[in-house]
């Protein structure tokens, strides 16, 4: 059996996969969801166990510079993965020039970043940032091995290599971190994990991908893809310097005490967010890109997702919202908790998201980076100022300015991102109604809860509160669920096998 699969070959990495496309993605769909669940619960599970043998501060202090390592591994993708999702047709040659250009990329922003180190340790005023800085700019090239190869296998829908790579990386950074803090490093740990992560990955994909870069394809003809790639960078180093802000202004302003239960805050949100819409992502885009001459299809097929997507992202982060304390003792300890009116504000945010982050799949699938782009121009100076004005109030004050930035953005962005595509803004409204009554449920039967069972251990009100929630999400997927659609897919399942 080759890599891929039973007949695959690295030939279908340049294919369009129309031949077998719902198969494909119905394939796909299910093992990116069993690699995002594994990798989310490894991550999950590593973050609490190094918040338990790790302080506040340390996580405050490694979590000065993340913020700039996201904004630059944008930079160092220079959106050409994305590129390579959205482009028509792709040929080896283009393939190789993409990835040479991701590699020169890495290097050189693995160099400025290096140099980059003591002005952010002046900045923070922290010298310990110069060494974490020149051992984090390894990121950049590390990242820069895999970015293309992961593109292709997506490209192709070969979402089984993607979901070994995705496993081995999770597991094997979560181990060295783990390991590196019970030997007494400390801070270290987690800079540990950052760099296995992509190292890791890359060696996966590499292993999993038959293909190799050759001999560059350079042709004027070819340069389609460069043109994508630059709206989709602008677009994310928008997005993601925008809403990276709020570490580093809390950073700057309060320390790493402060932003140390920030981080901690915004990775229990944001990670299951994350890693619930990313794998998604990876198989709507090529899908809905190749549905893009039939609308009624296009449609219902976004929408279906969509609806499931809230109703299993949104209820449960309510919930995280509602018991915010008994969340953070439990996971972490009551050395965490300046967390807890935090996550109150982010959880929330990450239920809002939930949905907003499908809006992308309409403009990348209809290959309108550049629409994309403009609304990033609109978006992110609000949540700028968002963060600006709650920074005088601390922590929890930019979380407040987040929440209401987001808030204010999604109506605008729904309607924006609807406009001239097969989905109408009441489209997206409705999809979200069954979401919406869930939460407010949950939302509900969690402060009922912890009022009811006010003395009981933490465990037994958080195994109360997580049942209800389960059980309500099961009656909405029960309620909304196409069952011609699953029964369908579960039949091409067992044709594949």
Not at 289 to 309: H, I, N
Not at 454 to 466: M, Q
Request: with cysteine; aromatic share 8%.
């Amino acid at each position: 059996m080759t890599v891929g699969g039973p007949g695959w070959t690295g030939a279908d990495l340049f294919s369009d996969g129309a031949d077998r496309l719902k198969q494909r993605a119905a394939v796909g769909a299910s093992l990116s969801l069993l690699a995002r669940g594994c990798r989310v619960a490894s991550q999950i599970a590593t973050f609490v166990i190094l918040a338990r043998l790790l302080s506040p501060e340390d996580f405050g202090l490694v979590g000065m510079l993340l913020p700039f390592i996201a904004i630059v591994s944008v930079a160092g993708d220079l959106g050409m993965s994305t590129a390579t999702l959205q482009s028509a047709r792709m040929t080896p040659g283009q393939a190789s020039a993409l990835f040479y250009l991701n590699m020169a990329s890495g290097v050189v922003l693995a160099a400025g970043f290096a140099m980059a180190a003591p002005l952010l340790a002046g900045l923070f005023a922290e010298s310990r940032v110069v060494a974490i800085g020149l051992a984090l700019s390894l990121v950049f090239p590390l990242t820069g091995l895999a970015g293309q190869h992961q593109a292709l296998l997506q490209r192709s829908l070969n979402f089984r290599s993607l979901l070994i790579a995705d496993i081995a990386a999770a597991l094997g950074a979560s181990v060295l971190a783990i390991g590196a803090a019970l030997i007494g490093w400390g801070y270290w740990a987690i800079v540990v994990r950052v760099l296995a992560q992509p190292a890791v990955y890359a060696m996966a994909v590499w292993g999993l991908t038959p293909w190799r870069p050759g001999r560059p394809d350079w042709r004027a003809g070819r340069m389609t893809a460069l043109r994508l790639g630059g709206f989709n960078l602008g677009f994310s180093l928008l997005t993601v310097g925008g809403r990276q802000l709020d570490n580093i202004l809390i950073g700057w302003r309060w320390g790493e005490a402060a932003l140390g239960p920030y981080a901690l805050a915004y990775r229990l949100f944001f990670t299951p967010v994350q890693q619930l819409s990313q794998p998604l992502e990876e198989v709507m885009v090529p899908t809905l890109s190749k549905l893009r001459d039939d609308p009624a299809r296009y449609r219902r097929g976004y929408l279906g997702v969509l609806r499931m997507l809230a109703l299993v992202g949104a209820p449960p982060l309510i919930a995280v919202s509602v018991a915010a304390r008994d969340v953070i003792v439990f996971t972490v300890g009551a050395d965490w908790l300046g967390a807890v009116e935090i996550l109150r504000w982010l959880a929330p945010i990450g239920a809002i998201h939930v949905a907003s982050v499908s809006l992308g799949w309409l403009n990348l699938s209809l290959e309108r980076s550049r629409r994309q782009f403009l609304w990033a121009l609109i978006t992110v100076p609000i949540y700028v100022a968002g963060f600006v004005i709650g920074l005088s109030w601390g922590a929890v004050g930019v979380a407040q300015g987040y929440f209401a930035a987001s808030l204010l953005t999604l109506a605008p962005g729904v309607v924006w991102a609807c406009r001239g595509s097969p989905v109408r803004p009441w489209d997206f409204v409705r999809a979200l109604i069954p979401a919406a009554v869930a939460s407010v449920v949950v939302g509900g039967t969690a402060a009922v809860t912890l009022g009811a069972m006010d003395g009981f251990p933490v465990w037994l009100r958080l195994i109360a509160i997580g049942g209800a929630t389960l059980a309500v999400m099961a009656a909405g997927l029960a309620v909304v669920v196409d069952r011609d659609l699953v029964r369908s897919l579960i039949r091409k399942r067992e044709a594949a096998a």
